[in-house]
């Protein structure tokens, strides 16, 4: 399938995703990629990853960039040349990129019943004030949910020693508004996030954004 779906959610944020039906030769012939680009993918073992990597390349041209202007910093992090910022998501069928003029974090996660054996690992006692295990299909959403604001904000500090289960928290949120609040507390810093979130299929997509210049 090509482009899934854009999000234009404001205009200098976008989100891009794609559903990862095309065999890997097709999405190879489809994109150009840097020399270390080619390295990294031929370096993945499994052919799913490297599809989905291919995918994102796709976002990236259908956003009018290419695998040229991306470049990761020493802790993986994506950036592009110019001003833009983008994070990247992928998990099996899916695929997702977000592009904006301020610091962002996108996650997209598979909802599994999975989820509910690590809780204990990244939920903090305050979500699970909100959290009701015995509604088992809400329980999973909110925690894919939870989940996935972790994943985003990390992906937007990205620094070294933050937990998810300490540092990171969300605020009681309704599955139907498709809104969250959260709040990275570690060492000095306080930051506040603006969550947006969605179910496509049986994913969960998440983007964080910052509040603040911190
Ligand atoms: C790096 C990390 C955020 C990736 O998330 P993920 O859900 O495994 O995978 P995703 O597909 O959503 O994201 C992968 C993309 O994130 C981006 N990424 C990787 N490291 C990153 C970093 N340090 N900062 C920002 N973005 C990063 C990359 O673009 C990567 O895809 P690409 O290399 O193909 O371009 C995650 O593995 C991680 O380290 N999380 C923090 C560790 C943690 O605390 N875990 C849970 C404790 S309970």
Redesign the pocket.
Known sequence: MPLYKVIHFSPSIKVLIWKITEPFDELFSQVLLKEKTLGRLQSMKSEVHQR??LS?RKLLQEAGHNDLQLH??E????HLENETHI?????FDF?AIILSDENV?????LRREKVML?AE??VDESEFRFLDKEKKDDYVSRLTVIWGV??AI???R?EKG????DHIFVAPFEMTEKKAKALLTFGNLNIEFDICFEEIENYTLVYAFQKGNQ
């Open positions: 989905a990597f994102v990761y910093d802790f993986g992090k994506p994070s990247i998501t992928h998990s695929s974090g996108i996650d997209i996660e690590i690992k990244f972790k994943e990390f992906k937007i990205n933050i937990s998810f289960k």
